[in-house]
């Protein structure tokens, strides 16, 4: 297999379209529907298996011919390598032009929450995250707060702070966002996202710390 490269930084949980134009000239293709020809391949932070990210092989003699395929980046991507492949999983002759290949960004996957990293302050209200309401059903709610100093990931976290042994709850909520693509009823969705707690105790399931 002959191969060249090159990395080019993308978003998490991102949709992508890698194209370009193939142009071959006697290429051989293996009895197996991997093997030989000619294609661009995708590695690196996306999602599936490999050969989930590969456009069709492009074999024999065949002039200028467009190819594409769209890739998923994964939960923690910043990298994908595009590959410009000859050969796989055999030793093949032939020769193979390579043109005008490109990665367009599609848009985020799954993600149908507003402002669900918290990096985005609402203008009407300084300190609170834009797109979320609170819900508390306590006057001694404590306070709510985005904080700059303590954050998984980008600039900024939210942070709820409640008082020591005060009885009630603190929380924000989000019941509309952008309208979901691709939402099935009936369908089983996760929803994840990062916590970290200091002090925090007492409550039914709670892990103390």
């Known amino acids: 297999m002959s191969s060249f490269y090159q990395k080019i930084a993308v978003k998490p949980n991102y949709k992508y379209k890698v194209s370009g134009y193939i142009k071959t000239e006697n290429v051989e293709l293996g009895a197996n529907w991997w093997e030989g020809g000619a294609q661009l391949r995708i590695d690196g932070d996306v999602k599936g298996n490999w050969w989930d990210n590969m456009t069709a092989r492009i074999g024999g003699t065949e002039d200028w011919t467009y190819v594409e395929l769209e890739v998923t980046t994964t939960d923690d991507a910043d ?35 507003v402002n669900g990293d918290f990096e985005t302050e609402d203008p009407q209200n300084p300190g609170f995250p834009l797109g979320w309401v609170l819900d508390t059903n306590t006057d001694d709610m404590g306070t709510i707060s985005l904080d700059e100093t303590v954050f998984h990931g980008g ?28 939402l099935v009823d009936g369908a089983v969705y996760k929803f994840s996202g990062w916590i970290k707690t200091q002090g925090v105790t007492g409550g039914r399931g709670t892990r103390n710390g």
């Open 79 to 113: 990298t994908i390598e595009v590959h410009c492949k000859l050969g796989e999983g055999l030793k093949i002759k032939g020769t193979a032009w390579f043109d005008d290949i490109s990665v367009e960004e599609e848009g985020s996957v799954g993600q149908w929450f």
């Open 155 to 182: 600039s900024k976290s939210c942070k709820l702070y409640r008082p020591a042994n005060k009885a009630g709850e603190i929380i924000i909520r989000q019941d509309k966002g952008p309208e979901p693509d691709g």
